[in-house]
């Protein structure tokens, strides 16, 4: 049985963002679970390269029946008219939607109703987005969480007790929207409650294009207690996670999907603070796996760090919470629901 894949791999570079991410996820899982007759499609070179996109697309066409895509907004406006008409001649599109944005993609653009109907299934990221897009007139949106391919941590190996300095860390890309400089503000404002350096914030990420000197000055105001710790291969990221005390996600987006980093974090048994993204509560549990606080009150992070430090005891308690939370995210459960999807 063979099967096209389109999305974004990368050319021969490497990218650390999430929907490079999921597309290397999702072929590689598909590989290990037998589907070894992949025709891809690179979106990379749809502007690097428009020949070797043009014939790769091509190839995918002419080669597979099953089809699954995976597309940035700029894919899906480029791609989704193509994709409609190939589903009229027979062939099964299954897209594995980016984000949590679809439903009101499809509002403002009521073209798209008839391009995502047509496919064989969209598969989306949260619970609420697929009521959402059924409230829309999507009659074929499916739940099916992102996923990774991670070495859960066992119970036996969780830090059981910490002490000062509490370790906090952030695992995204580094840019103010994914609210760096919110967490290292915020740091700095609870060690000067306590009046000494009790809260210490490593941050690991790809640094946004620009955002060099804009990090630096921040991290310099910090006096040694936020400091930049480069990149971690994304298979590698629950053994960077799991020694820290809780995980930092005070997002500016207010529509992430289902964001990687949770998924590493839940994996490492390491507890997450986060601002309210929209559809933060189906994946962190308040006073369960983590501490949430409003998204329309960026202020309270403070307040959720000092929290967890004047109750170790309870947020300790978190990270069996967490473990047991990060199956539903795995490749063993989420590759039977795709096989199933796919009918093989």
């Not at 050319?11 to 590689?28: A, E, L, P, R, W």
């Not at 062939?91 to 798209?112: C, D, N």
């Not at 300095?165 to 840019?175: D, T």
């Not at 929209?278 to 949430?292: A, F, H, P, R, S």
């Amino acid at each position: 049985m063979g099967i096209g894949i389109i999305g974004h791999f990368g050319g021969k570079k490497k990218f650390n963002d999430g929907q490079t991410v999921k597309t290397i996820v999702t072929y590689d899982a598909l590989k290990r679970y037998g589907i070894d007759n992949m025709a891809i499609v690179d979106t990379y070179y749809s502007k690097k390269n428009p020949i070797v996109f043009g014939l790769s697309l091509l190839n995918c066409i002419l080669k597979h029946k099953k089809i699954i895509v995976l597309l940035s907004i700029n894919g899906r406006r480029i791609l989704f008219p193509i994709l409609y008409i190939l589903s009229k001649f027979g062939k099964e599109i299954y897209h594995y939607a980016i984000g949590g944005r679809l439903a009101r993609e499809v509002e403002q653009k009521p073209r798209w109703k008839k391009y995502v109907n047509s496919f064989k299934g969209n598969w989306v990221e949260s619970t609420e987005l697929a009521d959402k897009l059924q409230g829309v007139g999507v009659k074929n949106a499916i739940y099916l969480p992102n996923f990774k391919k991670l070495n859960i941590i066992k119970p036996d190996e969780m830090i059981t007790e910490y002490a000062e300095p509490f370790r906090f860390c952030i695992f995204s890309r580094v840019m103010k929207e994914k609210g760096i400089e919110d967490a290292i503000q915020a740091i700095a404002d609870v060690n000067k409650t306590y009046g000494k350096e009790i809260a210490q914030l490593d941050i690991y990420g790809p640094i946004e294009s620009g955002y060099d000197e804009q990090l630096n000055d921040c991290l310099n105001k910090s006096d040694g207690s936020c400091k930049y710790c480069g990149v971690v291969e994304p298979s590698k990221s629950v053994e960077a996670l799991k020694d820290y005390y809780m995980l930092l996600f005070p997002t500016h987006w207010r529509h992430e999907g289902i964001p990687g980093t949770i998924i590493d974090s839940l994996s490492a048994g390491v507890p997450i603070i986060s601002r309210r993204w929209q559809y933060c509560d189906e994946m962190i549990t308040d006073n369960v796996t983590g501490y949430v606080y409003n998204f329309d009150e960026p202020e309270k992070l403070v307040d959720k760090i000092i929290y967890s430090i004047d109750n170790v005891e309870h947020t300790m308690k978190m990270k069996k919470n967490c473990l047991e939370s990060s199956y539903q995210y795995s490749e063993e459960c989420v590759m039977k629901k795709i096989m199933r999807e796919l009918n093989i």
